[in-house]
């Protein structure tokens, strides 16, 4: 009973460096998304998915890539590390329709300095 | 993307039940209402959702506006561990991923 697992739970990273995110959930959903929430506002859309090998941007994708080979797997990309990074990262996934609703992971507590 | 609106806090007493309002005054026929939660330090938790009818769950009720330009959460009694950030988005039928567009939520206060 696992749902949406996010990996790492923290990391610290320097200016410029690189990591991914890694989104893995066992429910089966088509779509799934990336989220950043930054301290004391409200998610914003990074990326999402409508299912393996189709991605598209959201709100805010400047500084990330993303990629969907399979149907659990996720992952966000940050290549060159900034301090506007600084962010958590939550995943989520769901059922295709506006009648489906979210199942969220329990982020990523990143910091970039 | 229909927008909505809701107060910035809220506060209520222990065992007591919680109405929080959200107008969304241009929603479209399609669109769902969603609610969600986000206790601190933690993800975003679904809590309910409907589209015309009332709706009932183990953690709250929703009702809807006959002409779905608002709806209220109901928390029929309210703990301490209610106390977190209940945001009411729209989940639109006709975008691409039928993505949530979190606005800012109420932030719901729980005195013992």
């Known amino acids: 009973n696992a749902g949406v697992t996010q990996t790492p739970k923290f990391r610290i990273l320097k200016i410029g460096q690189s990591m991914t995110l890694q989104c893995t959930q066992d429910m089966n959903h088509n779509y799934m998304y990336w989220y950043r929430q930054d301290p004391g506002m409200g998610l914003k859309l990074i990326y999402y998915s409508v299912g393996a090998g189709i991605t598209d941007k959201g709100e805010v994708p400047n500084g990330y890539n993303v990629s969907r080979s399979t149907t659990e797997d996720f992952p966000l990309r940050l290549e060159l590390a900034a301090p506007s990074q600084t962010s958590v990262y939550f995943c989520a996934s769901s059922f295709v329709g506006s009648g489906s609703p979210l199942h969220f992971g329990n982020g990523t507590r990143l910091t970039v300095t | 993307d229909a927008k909505t609106t809701q107060p910035n806090s809220m506060e209520s007493n222990e065992e007591e039940p919680v109405h929080l309002p959200c107008n969304h005054s241009t929603i479209s026929g399609t669109d769902y209402i969603h609610w969600y939660r986000q206790l601190p330090s933690q993800g975003p938790e679904y809590v309910i959702h409907?589209?015309?009818s009332n709706v009932n769950n183990r953690m709250a009720s929703l009702a809807i506006a006959e002409d779905r330009k608002s709806s209220t959460l109901i928390l029929h009694r309210a703990t301490l561990r209610d106390a977190a950030v209940y945001y009411c988005?729209?989940?639109?039928?006709?975008?691409?991923?039928?993505?949530?567009?979190f606005g800012g939520g109420t932030r719901l206060m729980v005195k013992p």
């Open positions: 988005i729209l989940r639109a039928i006709n975008n691409a991923g039928n993505m949530l567009t």
């Open positions: 409907g589209l015309t």
